[in-house]
T-cell receptor, first 114, second 116 residues
């Protein structure tokens, strides 16, 4: 199984809502990532988890709150978002260590903030 | 900091023809990986081809091949016998890793259009 599964595929939320994005992988990867991608732009790294611990936070606003409950699961909790946060949110995972560090991406969640 | 530059925002090719997408990068590291990812409208990021910097031999995957020039920090992708299904955004990416995780730096992308 070389899949990274993201749910939901589409999400529309109001600026006062609280919602969560979910990402799951069963490849035994211990590094997981959240990326944000605007239309026709490259993905931008938001967070990196390594061995279930937050290793990188790329100065992301606190209205985005990541969580890694176990080695297979990564969540992104959303609260009080702004319309400019509308984007494609991609999850990825990779094996730990420097060798064979190909990143596998999920299909993404298309988020619209209204 | 590493940077990746794709100077072609858009490229066009006819079916069955060959097209080359350009990518240059900047790094002070000697060991790293380079990738080409394809992102069709379905939005899934699909790995097309990878190159380890310590390998002199250019990577090849079926119709896809790279021209890796380490000294020039150049990493171009050649697509032979282009097919309609090759139409997508292509991102060149640089990867540097450590024992715990690795980070990808992407270029701005090249939109490839394929006409019948």
């Amino acid at each position: 199984d070389t899949e990274v599964t993201q749910t939901p595929k589409h999400l529309v939320m109001g600026m006062t809502n609280k919602k969560s994005l979910k990402c799951e992988q069963h490849m035994g990867h211990r590094a997981m990532y959240w990326y944000k991608q605007k239309a026709k732009k490259p993905p931008e790294l938001m967070f990196v988890y390594s061995y279930e611990k937050l290793s990188i936070n790329e100065s992301v606003p606190s209205r985005f709150s990541p969580e890694c409950p176990n080695s297979s699961l990564l969540n992104l909790h959303l609260h009080a978002l702004q319309p400019e946060d509308s984007a494609l949110y991609l999850c990825a995972s990779s094996s730990q260590g420097y060798v064979n560090t190909e990143a596998f991406f999920g299909q993404g969640t298309r988020l619209t903030v209204v | 900091a590493q940077t990746v530059t794709q100077s072609q925002p858009e490229m066009s090719v006819q079916e069955a023809e060959t097209v080359t997408l350009s990518c240059t990068y900047d790094t002070s590291e000697s060991d790293y990986y380079l990738f080409w990812y394809k992102q069709p409208p379905s939005r899934q990021m699909i790995l097309v081809i990878r190159q380890e910097a310590y390998k002199q031999q250019n990577a090849t995957e079926n119709r896809f091949s790279v021209n890796f020039q380490k000294a020039a920090k150049s990493f171009s992708l050649k697509i032979s016998d282009s097919q309609l299904g090759d139409a997508a955004m292509y991102f060149c990416a640089y990867l540097y890793g450590n024992s715990g995780y690795s980070t990808l730096t992407f270029g701005k992308g090249t939109m490839l259009l394929v006409s019948p």
